[in-house]
């Protein structure tokens, strides 16, 4: 018959909870070196992405740059150039006649209020709309009203700027100005 017998002076301690706590903390370190191994694999795939997409339009607006130099560089030759300058005219003299100025007299004509008068009228066509510089003579101060309010409600007359605003001449008016009144609009029939 054997006997067991432990004479050390320590007993014999067991380290089983240890090995768990550190296998359990070894497999998530596990995990986790996985994750952002994957994490930088992803980041680095997509970064080679961008950097080829980058080249390609790097690329792109390189051709598109000498294709613009190129272009500039016809344009710019004076055969051309001239042919440019010469069609721009073509292309104004188009637009003033393709413009209604019947219509635009129409609307001015009905935007007058009584006790008003047109005195003179320099039209400027700029770009599909016509730049009117307007004098204008009112029998008082009310037509005068009434006509300024009448252009900032129209549709058709916008950016109305008073230049000016006088006393007509008495003895040099025989229509019987009050006031005379110097405007600028921007006329555009949409």
Request: no cysteine; hydrophobic share 40%; charged share 25%.
């Given at each position: 018959m054997?006997?067991?017998?432990?004479?050390?002076?320590?007993?014999?301690?067991?380290?089983?909870?240890?090995?768990?706590?550190?296998?359990?903390?070894?497999?998530?370190?596990?995990?986790?070196?996985?994750g952002?191994?994957?994490?930088?694999?992803s980041?680095?795939?997509?970064?080679?992405e961008?950097?080829?997409?980058?080249?390609?339009?790097?690329?792109?607006?390189?051709?598109?740059?000498?294709?613009?130099?190129?272009?500039?560089r016809?344009?710019?030759?004076k055969?051309?150039?001239?042919?440019?300058?010469?069609a721009?005219?073509?292309?104004?003299?188009l637009?003033?006649?393709?413009?209604?100025?019947?219509?635009?007299?129409?609307?001015?004509?009905?935007?007058?209020?009584?006790?008003?008068?047109?005195?003179?009228?320099?039209?400027?066509?700029?770009?599909?709309?016509?730049?009117?510089?307007?004098?204008?003579?009112?029998?008082?101060?009310?037509?005068?009203?009434?006509?300024?309010?009448?252009?900032?409600?129209?549709?058709e007359?916008?950016?109305?700027?008073i230049?000016?605003?006088?006393?007509?001449?008495p003895t040099a008016?025989?229509?019987?100005?009050?006031?005379?009144?110097?405007?600028?609009?921007?006329y555009?029939?949409?």
């Amino acid at each position: 018959m054997k006997v067991r017998l432990n004479i050390a002076t320590k007993a014999l301690e067991t380290h089983r909870r240890f090995l768990a706590g550190a296998s359990l903390t070894a497999f998530f370190a596990a995990v986790a070196f996985i994750g952002l191994g994957w994490h930088v694999y992803s980041a680095r795939k997509a970064d080679v992405e961008l950097r080829a997409r980058t080249n390609k339009s790097r690329h792109e607006m390189a051709e598109l740059e000498a294709q613009r130099k190129e272009i500039l560089r016809y344009f710019g030759q004076k055969d051309v150039a001239t042919l440019h300058d010469r069609a721009a005219f073509i292309n104004g003299i188009l637009d003033a006649r393709s413009f209604n100025w019947t219509l635009m007299f129409m609307d001015l004509e009905r935007t007058l209020p009584g006790g008003v008068r047109v005195i003179s009228i320099a039209p400027t066509q700029a770009g599909g709309h016509v730049e009117l510089k307007l004098t204008v003579g009112a029998t008082d101060d009310e037509a005068e009203l009434k006509f300024e309010r009448a252009l900032e409600q129209s549709k058709e007359f916008t950016e109305v700027q008073i230049q000016s605003v006088r006393s007509a001449d008495p003895t040099a008016s025989k229509s019987g100005d009050q006031k005379v009144v110097q405007l600028t609009t921007v006329y555009s029939r949409s």
